[in-house]
């Protein structure tokens, strides 16, 4: 009988379903502290629906994007769950927007209602 989608699961079900050995999620939880799946007396690991979709885009990002350990740390840090929440489902994440962009842009347009006005005025 298959566990439905909201059951946990144990390691080895995880370890399964990402397609990678028991031993890298062991190692993937001292690696990112948002990794937490819950443990019960023992020490035995049940991963949450949630922590698998996490997992799933830590899997997709070091494995199939090349990232590196501190890359997903990285890009954790700056973009959170939800960026690993969507490389997990294999969506691509909008391009971020260099710093100051949106200004730049907000410049050129000014620069160039200053020229229109400039040229209007001294015809």
């Known amino acids: 009988m298959a566990k439905g989608p909201e059951a946990f699961r144990t390691i080895s079900e995880a370890a399964d379903e990402l397609s990678v050995p028991q031993h890298v999620l062991r190692f993937w939880e ?21 922590d698998i979709a996490i997992l799933r885009g830590v899997r997709r990002l070091l494995h199939d994007e090349g990232y590196t350990l501190k890359g997903v740390q990285r890009l954790h840090r700056e973009e959170g769950l939800r960026r690993l929440l969507s490389a997990g489902e294999g969506r691509a994440a909008p391009p971020a927007e260099p710093p100051g962009a949106g200004l730049h842009e907000a410049l050129r347009d000014l620069e160039a209602a200053k020229q229109r006005l400039d040229a209007l005025l001294n015809s």
């Open 30 to 50: 001292t690696k990112f502290a948002f990794i937490r799946p819950m443990k019960r007396a023992g020490g035995r690991r049940f991963y949450r629906p949630s």
